[in-house]
């Protein structure tokens, strides 16, 4: 059985840093995509970042590049994601998905497996 487990969120002031971790059971990390996404109130689910884990290829959506970087321990069939400089904006519920093949979509809807979620609160 497929399952993603997130941890890592918690409260932050801006500037501040976290990092996030996916850690996946069920299956081996070592033909998926997994993406990184966030829901804020109020607003729809956005595509943050999302790593090809065949070849380690790493996107980003352009409101996170240069400060969120993806990463993946094989080892420990956990992927991260580390975020710096946060800002008020971050604040959301991050989730971590999978789905088999490579990145190529920022869509939820082409993520078959998904966590419940860890909240992350950008506040001073």
């Known amino acids: 059985q497929v399952q993603l487990v997130e941890s890592g969120g918690g409260l932050v002031q801006p500037g501040g840093s976290l990092r996030l971790s996916c850690a996946a059971s069920g299956f081996t990390l070592d033909y998926y995509a997994i993406g990184w996404f966030r829901q804020a109130p109020g607003k729809e689910r956005e595509g943050v970042s999302c790593i090809s884990t065949y070849d380690g290829s790493t996107y980003y959506a352009d409101s996170v590049k240069g400060r969120f970087t993806i990463s993946r321990d094989n080892a420990k069939n956990t992927v991260y994601l580390q975020t710096n400089s946060l800002k008020y904006e971050d604040t959301a519920v991050y989730y971590c998905?999978?789905?088999?093949?490579?990145?190529?979509?920022?869509?939820?809807?082409?993520?078959?497996?998904w966590g419940q979620g860890t909240q992350v609160t950008v506040s001073s």
């Open positions: 998905a999978a789905d088999p093949g490579y990145c190529r979509s920022w869509d939820p809807a082409d993520f078959h497996s």
